[in-house]
């Protein structure tokens, strides 16, 4: 089966300054999506940013961004200018085969003021 | 505007009933999945599915059945439902071939005693 590793379970951050979240998966598949998605204590799921296997830039929306290092299988999340609103779970999701998705476990993510 | 809903946002049944959980969603997607959420194991995938009366597998069938019988709607059943059981489960859509989000609805947070 495919599987998504998020190998953090818990993060803390300082306001304003970055952070990254990491994200490492595993498939034989040549074409994938790759999906951040934010999780707040309310319960709803929030999608950040999306990055496809042949996407040969690094996706950007705002101040979210996706290190994406496909020899790797990696796809980390960098947050610039943490806000205390960003604390929340993050999710990295992968797509496959155009209908199956998966997630990692989840990273929570603490901003300090 | 977008929209996946679930039956009940919160349900209480007793161990070895048969509990529906139900999603409709309203934008013409192929795509429907069934999560279950647990803290620290993110959204497992249960079951998902590409078109009318199709279903696939997900990584934790055990214990599930599904129904997609009209394209907007997908069932969730527990035929016998028991105290492991108890969980968040979350219903999402998906357009086919899209590079676009999946569309979480609120969820439906079950306890089973």
């Known amino acids: 089966a495919q599987k998504i590793t998020q190998t953090q379970p818990g993060m803390f951050v300082q306001e304003k300054e970055a952070v990254t979240l990491d994200c490492t998966y595993d498939t034989s598949d040549p074409s994938y999506g790759l999906f951040w998605y934010k999780q707040p204590s309310s319960g709803e799921m929030i999608f950040l940013i999306y990055?496809?296997?042949?996407?040969?830039q690094n996706a950007t929306e705002g101040r979210y961004s996706l290190n994406f290092q496909k020899a790797r299988k990696s796809a980390n999340l960098v947050i610039s200018a943490s806000q205390l609103g960003d604390s929340a779970m993050y999710f990295c999701?992968?797509?496959?085969?155009?209908?199956?998705?998966?997630f990692g476990a989840g990273t929570r993510l603490t901003v300090k003021p | 505007d977008v929209k996946v809903t679930q039956s009940s946002r919160y349900l209480v049944k007793r161990t070895g009933e048969k509990v529906f959980l139900e999603c409709v969603q309203d934008m013409d997607h192929e795509n429907m999945f069934w999560y279950r959420q647990d803290p620290g194991l993110g959204l497992r995938l249960i079951y998902f599915?590409?078109?009318?009366?199709?279903?696939e597998k997900g990584d934790i069938p055990e214990g599930y059945s599904v129904s997609r019988e009209k394209k907007e709607r997908f069932s969730l059943i527990l035929e016998s439902a028991s105290t492991n059981q108890t969980s968040m489960y979350l219903c999402a859509s998906l357009l086919q071939g899209s590079i676009h989000e999946q569309y979480f609805g609120p969820g439906t947070r079950l306890t089973v005693t």
């Open positions: 990055q496809g296997s042949y996407d040969q």
């Open positions: 999701t992968i797509l496959y085969n155009n209908n199956d998705m998966r």
């Open positions: 599915s590409y078109d009318v009366k199709m279903k």
